[in-house]
């Protein structure tokens, strides 16, 4: 085997992605190295982009919506097999001994990692993984970079909206078509996109910036779930007013600027805003069954892994559609 690899790293915050040459790794216990075929490109990598997450160290390589092959195991790994296919999320591990995972809730384990900000990611050709980061891939997925927006935009609109209180016949708004919101359909969005929407399955589109979304969703009795998906704490807040009944909003884009709600509109109709991230492991190889099951697929855009500053850009431009996704030459 060819003792180097490549891998785009992020050398210090907020400086441009490099393309290096690297060793490839060795696993050590508990882990197993990854033969990387696919990486999306998340809106959430701007965090390992520009340093803003706590004790983040450099350099570092972004990428939490890897598929690929287990191609190394660590020395004590007996579950995994060589050639299994795989991928990691967001969530990249946890310690089994906080509070959190004491009681099975490892999704908000203490000491939780998240792949590409805690270590490196699958922007490059190998990459090494902890068990407990491991989701099983179906083989019927056969379209590695077709799964990988699965990993964290799949799980995240797909473990929201099945904890979510809606049921079948229940009114859910989906804010955002983008990568997120055009796997969750039906819809609100910014444009005029209306036979987008419809062609991914929504009954209807309520186009915001030219109608007030939260009045149409109350013509409509109002929403048990709105999902947000565009990261826009403002937008977000507009749409409150939309909610039904003990309605939710369910947050998922990841935003810093505020989501405010008058007390009043909360209290008459005892309605919520719950922030939901992602899942565990086993979530995402239920999203990758329900995929399986139903045929829905993200629409993306492929970027080789030496393009990854383009592609990169091409998600923050907020055009993409709509996922953009890494793919490894090697695997070609
Ligand atoms: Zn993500
Ligand atoms: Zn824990």
Redesign the pocket.
Known sequence: MNQKMKAVQVPKPGSDFEIVERDIPQPGPGHVRIRVQACGI???DVITKKGLFPGITYPRVPG??VVGVIDELGADVKEWKKGGRVGVG?HGGYDSTCLACRRGDFVNCANGKICGISYDGGYQEYMIAPVEALAQMPESLDMAEAAAPLM??GV?TFNALRHSRALPSDLVAIQGIGGLGHLGVPAIGRGPGNALAKKLGADLYIGRVATDAAAELQKLGGASVILTTAPSGKAMSALVGGLGANGTLVVVGASADPVEAPPNQLLSGRKGIQGWAGGIPTDSEDTLRFAEMTGVRPMIEKYPLARAAEGYARMMSGKAEFRVVLTMEQTK
């Open positions: 998340c809106h959430s939490h919506e967001w964290c935009a995240t």
